[in-house]
């Protein structure tokens, strides 16, 4: 990712945009189908399909990506009261998926995976491999 600045800080919704612009395709189709226009109705019909496709991706994106947040808000919490403060400095070296990763370790368990997982660079997915007791998260959409 980029440095973010103020000059270029703003959200750019692009699938927002796209999800528009098969609207306006569906709009199109919709008004064409009205004039007995014989390519009307499977134009609205397309328009609508890709319009809700794209609706279903940006309301799974944007969930998942909230809950990501979420989730790093509740590890760094569960670090301060879980590592040493030498753990904790080095705890942001970790990655955001290294650290939604880590939530299903233990209490009991989870420094030392903080340890391995910075001194190995484990992907997310072997460091859930690598936990013993495991932690569900069943809140998670």
Request: with cysteine.
């Amino acid at each position: 990712m980029s440095t973010q600045t103020y000059a270029n800080h703003a959200h750019q919704p692009v699938a927002t945009l796209v999800g528009t612009a098969f609207w306006a395709v569906t709009l199109v189709g919709v008004v064409a189908s009205a004039r007995d226009i014989s390519w009307g109705p499977t134009l609205a019909w397309a328009g609508l399909l890709l319009c809700l496709f794209t609706l279903l991706l940006i309301g799974r994106t944007y969930t998942t990506a909230l809950q990501d947040r979420i989730i790093l808000l509740e590890e760094r919490f569960r670090a301060t009261s879980l590592l040493t403060p030498g753990q904790i400095a080095r705890w942001h070296e970790l990655s955001p998926k290294q650290v939604v990763a880590l939530r299903f370790a233990s209490d009991a368990e989870w420094p030392a995976l903080v340890d391995r997982a910075l001194a190995e660079r484990l992907t997310p997915k072997a460091i859930k491999q690598a936990v013993r007791d495991w932690r569900p998260d069943l809140r998670r959409t």
